[in-house]
Structures are given as C-alpha cells and as structure tokens.
C-alpha cells in the first residue's frame, strides 16, 4: 500500500507519476534534490530514521549484488518498518517483495542496465512482484542517453549518480553519445554550464552539463509521455546504443507486459516511420482483433480491396469518394495499409485506423509486405467471400495479394481491376463493371453492421450480434448520421409502430468506439457478450470510481475500455482510466470515470 504516489497518466509501461511529498515531485524524475538515505547495515546497526514529508526516505537496508543465490538473500533479509512518512525500500530485482514502501530501489541495476535481456528480465521480475501503484527507483545507471528507454520500460524515478561520475572522468554525455571531452572542438549544448569558453571548460563543469542534460531528457521524456508519444521518440533514440535497440526490441517481444498497460485508444497519432512501429501494441492489436473478433456479416457481396488514403477516416478522401461510387453498395470494401494490415470499412475510425501516419515513398519493406500479407491472410481464413476485387497498383499493393492468393489455405479467387492509376477513369469503369449484377446492402445494413462490428472489437468474438441481433434480425435501430450514429433498442411496447425503445449506446467517431447508456449496459451484462466489469464497494460513485474502492475487476479491462461498475448500492456505466489488474493491485488514483450513475 502506498499513500505518497500516485499514476495519473500511461503510455504503455511509461507512466506520469505524482510522488506526493511537501513539494510534489512529477515522475519520471531525479531523485537527487529529495532522497534521505538512512544506510546500509552491512556496515553496522542504523535506526530508523525519523523521516519527514519533505524527502523520499531510503530505509536501512542490505543489498545484493546481481547473482546472489536466494538462501543468502533469505539469511540477510531485512524487516522493514512501517512508517508513516515516504519511503523506500531496497530490494533486488529477482526477490523484489512488497514491504509497504511507496518506491523500491533495485539494488542489482548496475548488473543489468547495458544488457538488453538482462534488463528486460529484471523489470518484468520486479515489476511482476511489486504494487502497481509503487514507484520503481534505479540508482547509478541513468544517463541523458538511457534514461527515456528506462521511463519507457516502466523506471519512475533515477539519481545522477553516474551522469555526474562520467562528467568527473571528463565524458560529455548527450541524449544520443557519449563523448570523451578531449575530442570535443566545441560544445553541442547550451546549458548554462557549457556556456564557459571551450579552453576553459573543466571537468566539474562536464559534470555540472552531464546532470544539466539528464534533467533536460526527463523533461522531454515527460511530455512525451503527456502526449502519448513517448514511443515515437524511443524508435529513433534508442538506435544511438547498441544495447538501448537489443533491449527495446526485448520488450516488444513482451506482448503481455506491454499491452496490459497500453490505452485502447488516445489523442495522439501513431507515427510509422521504422520497422519497429509494425512491433507496436496498437498495431498489433489491431491487427488481432481485426482477425480474431471482427466478422463479416456482408455475406452477400464480394470483398473489394482498395488502397488506404492519406486523408482519415478513408471515407473522407477524394479517391475513396470516387471508390465508392464505382462500387456503389455492391461490395464490401476494405482498405489496405502499412503498418495498420486490413481495415474493414466499418472499423475505419477505430483507433488507430483514423490516428496514423506512414512515410509514404511507394515503395514497400519486406517487413511491410509480410505483415500485411500475413494479416490479409488472417482475414480471410475467417472471413467467406464468393470472390475477391483487389483494386489496387502495382508494388507492394499487389504483391501482397498475389502471395495471399498463392497461399494454399485460402480458397477464394481474386480479380485485379486496376489499370495504372487506381482512381484513372479506366480503372474505376472497370471496377464498375466487375460489379455489375452484383446485389447492393442499404445504409441501413451498412450501419447496423457498423455497431456490430464495434461491439465484437471492443467486447469480444460475437459480442455484436449478441448485443445487437445478428443480421437479418430486428434488435435494433439507429439514428443519426454516420459516423455519429446512435443505437437503439426495437422496443415493440415503446409506442407507435417503428418507433425505436430505450437508447442503448452511441457511437463515439473520434475513436470508433461505442459509449453506453445505463439501459445499454444493463442490455450488456444480460446478454451473452463478454463483459467487462469493475465491481465496487456500497458506495454510489459520482464522477469517477478510486482504486480503493474497486472490490475487483475483470482482467481484461484497458484504460480506454467501456465498464460496467457494479456495486450494492449503484449500477454505473463509464471508462476505465486503469487496466483491470491494476485497478485490483492499486490503492490510489482513478480507476474508472463514471458517465451514467444509478443508485439502487
């Protein structure tokens, strides 16, 4: 339990952080101007300090280098004390425990940081062991140059033990190398350190710029993750170190780490412009759901492939404009794009389908070609079409369809309408007359569809026509105008004949999501959709529902998922701020902010 830090924004495994002292201290942070520490009994008995808001407190402790073997841990562990003030305790990473401390110093940081795999190991044990709402400290291994990979990991807070050391030793460290002094003409900053004439800058004064630009990187390491692109910078930053790649690359071989902690959605744009960005959660998980839960209920018509646009939605653009008055309802059309894969035109706002931007140079990386392909290949094993349109270029458009074509497992033949320019009048008249004789789906089919598909990517494998009816059957009804639709329920009692029930949910086109209505959350939890519930404590909850007050909560729960709050006194419907396992692990902040209250 901790009573002096609290998260209040995630980016993945990076986290904002309040560490709540006399001067409130925002995480990811140094740790230097507010650190007391009370000492290491290896080198004789210590008392247990007084403490006071004001510092962070490092309780007396033993720590013990990388490779203790676990009798020798056990033999020397430390009891610590239960104190009132903040503290922290000092653990090693491979028997990290909680001991009621608000941060834990890892004592064996210095065996693993240089060490991708090591340190990945090392951050998932920890981190595994200790409360979600706890500060993770290492000391003597923070450099401008590795210290946004450290935040990025999940690191809360570093000293400038190392960064001040190396300035000693007369190395000059920025945010992307490391220099020796020496071989330096002039100085690449402008600290007040290093505005001292060249022939006259010493060694304190390196020391002074090394902790000058290691404050600066968190600086700009906290906004990054504000804006929630903090992994943006990662991508190019950590190719200036060989270790910083090796252990970026490690954590995105950590699906489960990572996306437990990842929003399902978020303002910021997704940038692709590395390999790496095809490895990214929302990337990823995109392309699951889109192969594991989405379903095609356009059963009718033929799948049509059409290049993505740089515009979004795709549906805004000129060319998907012009797309979709050659094919004109007699199609079922799904964009291709690198690094998203395939995006059904119902799912075409869903974050990150609309929040993207790709380095367009019409040429495609192998890297590209086989996730997409192997994606589009994915889609339709699951998905039944009588034929496949491809209306796409040359290049990497039609390779991909031509080796998903060749793929043994799907049975489907593909039919290429592209001539030259995919918008040329020679390609969409041909495109046309594909089509032709062709049945056409109404908007009304189109839009049901469209809610359903929402539901079975945010709840779950069927979780739309469970809600919502399956096609063909008269559940619902929507209103409005895509994209801003509203659902509601067929409610036969509910007046005149056509007129629709009870509003169920409304279609949020900023993120492609659905927001419920508390008569839709109550429909949710009857149905057989996968719920996802928090529940709570007798309390009615208005505004938002704490951590402390959360009893449990499904596992599956992502900050940006729609809940279910349940509770002995109040039924609500509203937004995860937490992951599921968090929101059970933590004793501060908010877990969820509640839209619809109703108290029983």
């Keep these: ?94 028997g990290a425990r909680d001991v009621g401390a608000d941060a834990y110093l890892l004592s064996d940081a210095s065996g693993f940081v240089g060490h991708g795999e090591a340190f990945r190991d090392a951050i998932l044990s920890a981190k595994g062991a200790l409360p979600a709402d706890t500060a993770l400290f290492l000391s003597g291994v923070a450099t401008p140059l590795n210290v946004a990979l450290l935040a990025y990991a999940g690191v809360d807070l570093v000293d400038a033990t190392l960064a001040r050391t190396k300035g000693t ?69 950590t190719r200036h170190e060989q270790w910083l790649t090796a252990a970026f690359r490690e954590f995105d071989d950590q699906w489960g780490y990572l996306e437990e902690r990842t929003p399902l959605m978020r303002d910021a744009e997704v940038t692709a412009a590395t390999a790496e960005t095809l490895d990214r959660v929302e990337i990823r998980r995109f392309a699951d759901r889109v192969t594991s839960r989405y379903r095609n209920r356009f059963t009718d018509q033929p799948l049509v492939f059409v290049p993505c646009s740089a515009t979004k939605p795709y549906s805004d653009s000129q060319s998907h404009g012009q797309f979709h008055d050659a094919i004109q309802w007699r199609g079922h059309t799904v964009s291709m794009t690198s690094p998203i894969g395939v995006v059904p035109q119902e799912l075409e706002t869903t974050y990150p389908a609309q929040h993207y931007d790709a380095v367009v140079t019409g040429d495609w990386s192998e890297d590209e070609i086989g996730f997409v392909a192997e994606v589009l290949r994915r889609y339709l094993k699951r998905n039944d079409y009588s034929r496949v349109i491809a209306h796409v270029p040359e290049g990497g458009y039609r390779e991909i369809c031509e080796r998903v074509e060749r793929d043994p497992a799907v049975d489907v033949p593909f039919e290429y309408t592209c001539v ?79 007129e629709p029930g009870e509003q169920l949910a409304t279609m949020v086109p900023q993120y492609g999501t659905l927001s419920f209505t508390l008569a839709g959350a109550r429909h949710w939890v009857e149905s057989d959709a996968p719920a996802k519930r928090v529940q709570i404590d007798p309390f009615v909850p208005h505004g938002s529902v704490l951590a402390p007050g959360v009893v449990d909560a499904d596992d599956d729960i992502r900050v940006g998922d729609e809940v279910v709050i349940e509770g002995p006194k109040a039924f609500a419907v509203g937004r995860a701020e937490m992951s599921g396992p968090e929101m059970v692990d933590s004793t501060r902040g908010v877990a969820s902010e509640v839209r619809h209250v109703d108290e029983k």
């Design 420 to 498: 030259g320019h995919p918008t040329s009048d020679e390609s969409l008249g041909e495109l046309n007359a594909t089509l032709q004789g062709e049945p056409a789906y109404s908007k009304r089919e189109r839009e049901h569809n469209t809610v359903r598909a929402l539901a079975d990517y945010l709840l779950g494998d069927g979780a739309g026509d469970d809600l919502f009816g399956g096609p063909g059957e008269a559940e619902i009804k929507t209103t409005g105008r895509y994209p801003k639709l509203q659902v509601w329920g067929d409610d036969p009692d509910a007046g005149r004949e056509g």
């Design 1 to 94: 339990m901790t009573d002096h830090f609290e998260v209040h924004e995630r980016d993945g495994a990076a986290r904002l952080g309040e560490l709540r002292l006399a001067e409130p201290v925002t995480t990811p942070a140094l740790a230097d101007p507010f650190l007391e520490d009370a000492g290491s009994l290896w080198a004789g008995d210590r008392e247990v300090p007084d403490g006071d808001d004001a510092s962070l407190t490092v309780l007396p402790h033993r720590s013990f280098p990388a490779g203790t073997r676990e009798e020798v841990r056990e033999s020397f562990a430390v009891d610590h004390p239960d104190v009132d003030y903040p503290s922290a305790a000092v653990v090693d990473s491979e």
């Design 169 to 237: 030793q007369g190395r000059y460290l920025t945010a992307d190398a490391e220099h020796f002094l020496e071989d330096l003409e002039e100085l690449p900053c402008a600290c007040p350190a290093c505005a001292t004439p060249r022939d006259e800058f010493t060694r304190a004064d390196c020391a002074e710029h090394n902790v000058i630009a290691l404050r600066a990187e968190l600086r700009r390491v906290r906004e990054r993750i504000r804006a929630g692109r903090l992994r943006d910078y990662i991508e190019g930053q």
